[in-house]
């Protein structure tokens, strides 16, 4: 009763927190409701920094409309795909690298020297190489969450208890044993402290090469938005992001209660 008490507190105080958030946001930026305090003109603060029921205004708009949905389904699709591509490239590489330390210790420098890149100078590349379609939106997302669940499997799989391992082969566990019940549960804890940051990330990428170059999806609308000084549509568009992703790193919650209930809960360990 108490861990639902707390939690429906700390709710409360989040939506205050928010709501709060947009009050200020339109008492500083509505034009009567207070005197000028940075801007000479009370209006160019509502130009500069938009107005938070335009913004809403603008958000109701596009799905009454059903405007919005095409472009929405693109972006989406786009941040799934490559956040499906990513985490599983990821995992993949990461398990296999972590046992197989002459591999690790070949490629190591080349994977240092990717990952150092900055991923955003590769959408233009990516356009050429892909298109201005989905394809290089995808491929952007997936540079982008690879290599956070890559060192996060890496890590996990090479922290593995040393006399977990030997007590298992002790008792006749083959490789693939130990890969199905040690070395993978090990990493999944990781794996899942990554994925919310890849949410994100993901969002990100999809985001970044419709702004570069796209002829759908909500980077589209908020470059396009930009493009007629439309403040207000810009912001829409980043409430309308906010909003899915945190949707999505909703759900990767979801899946991890759902996948880790075998691990114990904190407080758990210390009560045993």
């Known amino acids: 009763m108490n861990s639902r008490r707390t939690s429906r507190h700390l709710r409360l105080w ?10 200020i946001w339109h008492v500083t930026t509505h034009p009567t409701l207070l005197p000028p305090l940075y801007f000479d003109n009370p209006n160019k603060a509502a130009f500069f920094f938009g107005q ?8 109701w708009i596009w799905f009454s409309s059903g405007s919005i949905y095409e472009h929405l389904w693109v972006t989406l699709l786009e941040t799934v795909l490559a956040f499906a591509i990513g985490t599983v490239s990821g995992l993949v590489v990461g398990l296999w690298l972590a046992l197989s330390p002459t591999a690790a210790a070949l490629f190591d420098p080349y994977i240092k020297a990717v990952n150092s890149m900055p ?16 394809a290089s939106k995808v491929a952007l997302g997936v540079t982008l969450v690879f290599f956070i669940v890559f060192f996060n499997v ?4 090479r922290e593995v208890s040393h006399t977990v391992l030997a007590n298992a082969r002790v008792l006749g566990a083959s490789e693939r044993q130990l890969l ?10 990781w794996v899942f402290a990554s994925l919310h940051n890849s949410v994100g990330l993901a969002f990100v990428g999809a985001v970044v ?8 999806g909500v980077g589209y609308l908020i470059l396009q938005a930009e493009g007629t000084f439309d403040i207000n549509s810009v912001f829409a568009g980043i409430l309308v992001l906010t909003a899915f992703a ?5 759900i990767v919650t979801l ?8 691990q114990p809960r904190s407080g758990e360990t210390e009560r045993i």
């Open 255 to 262: 899946a991890e209660r759902r996948l880790m209930l075998w």
């Open 154 to 157: 890496y890590q996990g799989v």
């Open 119 to 134: 991923r955003v100078i590769l959408a233009p590349i990516f356009g050429v190489w892909f298109g201005l379609g989905m």
């Open 246 to 250: 945190l949707v999505l790193d909703g």
């Open 52 to 59: 938070p029921l335009e913004v809403l205004s603008r958000v």
């Open 180 to 189: 199905r019940h040690v070395y993978v549960p090990s990493a999944m804890s």
């Open 14 to 23: 989040q939506v205050l927190i928010v709501a709060g958030l947009f009050t």
């Open 209 to 216: 090469g419709e702004y570069l170059g796209s002829s759908r």
